[in-house]
């Protein structure tokens, strides 16, 4: 199924993620609107993907900016907007960069600014986005607001600013979809787990630390996917026949994978991060043993869901 004639809205979408996002919407046919801080670097993300991306400058710390770009958005198209993918974040080198060294201190520890260095820039800036991006899909009776979220919502990960962050993505996408049922419009929150961004190449994967959170972080993100097949999935949504199933709710990108049979880029088949024999073998990385019976267990045995966020929340819990 083609996305011409949907009206889509990415934001932070200069790179990473939003640009898998933009490059897999404008690649089925999808008008795509992306945001960020320069214009030099959108207008060469938007030429590189091709197809109909049209770059606006919004710094989503002002309020201003991010209504201005609604009010362009409403007078290109009358009013159309089909999805809002929520992408845009401040903190990715506060959280695994140079500054990294302090995000990881206790909360006592850090500067009290680290909370909005954290959550203006995504959190905050997600609210706003929706706001005004409601205001156009609810008179025409359709929609839907996609918040790019972590299961750092659910089980501890980098700091408590970050945590708390995500676990209020979620809960945001949730208390969206409650008061907008009956408007047409759905609001979910997308969990993509570890992606090879270029920021995280730069200061994960290429750098040489003795860092235990970098560390840690490499054998995360070395087996992780890249933002093309983030894009896919959320590409998928906007054409998903029964997403009125999946509002409100909280969804793991590798399961709309598997519904959808998407792959990555390359061809290959991405295993579920709900995988039985890759939670083992992640729960034994640090000791480096490998369980003998591990070779026999099928990569396609899947945990459950609910079974799967409850182990989350456990190991959250449990430090």
Request: aromatic share 8%.
């Amino acid at each position: 199924m083609s996305l011409a004639g949907r009206i889509t809205l990415v934001t932070g979408a200069s790179r990473g993620i939003g640009r898998g996002c933009a490059k897999a919407l404008a690649n089925q046919g999808a008008t795509v609107y992306i945001t960020g801080r320069k214009l030099e670097t959108l207008s060469k993300t938007a030429q590189e993907i091709g197809g109909d991306v049209i770059p606006v400058v919004c710094d989503h710390s002002d309020d201003n900016q991010v209504e201005n770009l609604f009010k362009q958005i409403d007078s290109d198209n009358s009013g159309r907007l089909d999805m809002i993918v929520n992408n845009c974040y401040a903190a990715v080198t506060t959280l695994l960069g140079k500054e990294s060294s302090q995000a990881v201190d206790k909360f006592w520890e850090q500067p009290p600014q680290i909370w909005d260095t954290v959550n203006n820039v995504g959190l905050r800036a997600n609210y706003i986005a929706s706001v005004f991006a409601a205001r156009l899909m609810v008179p025409r009776g359709a929609g839907l607001i996609v918040n790019m979220s972590s299961p750092g919502g659910l089980t501890y990960l980098f700091n408590t600013a970050y945590g708390v962050g995500k676990a209020a993505q979620d809960r945001m996408a949730q208390d969206f979809n409650v008061e907008l049922r009956g408007t047409g419009v759905q609001a979910l929150s997308i969990w993509p787990g570890a992606v090879k961004t270029e920021l995280i190449v730069e200061n994960v994967l290429e750098v040489e630390s003795d860092s235990k959170l970098i560390t840690n972080a490499k054998k995360g993100f070395e087996k992780g996917q890249s933002t093309e097949w983030v894009g896919k999935t959320v590409a998928a949504l906007l054409k998903d026949p029964n997403i009125d199933s999946k509002a409100g709710r909280v969804i793991w990108c590798h399961d709309i994978a598997d519904e959808f049979d998407i792959k990555e880029v390359d061809g290959s088949h991405v295993t579920s991060i709900r995988s039985l024999k890759n939670s083992i073998a992640a729960a034994n990385m640090q000791s480096g043993a490998t369980p003998w019976y591990l070779p026999f267990i099928p990569e396609t045995l899947l945990i459950p869901s609910w079974l799967f966020k409850i182990g989350l929340w456990i190991r959250g819990n449990k430090f």
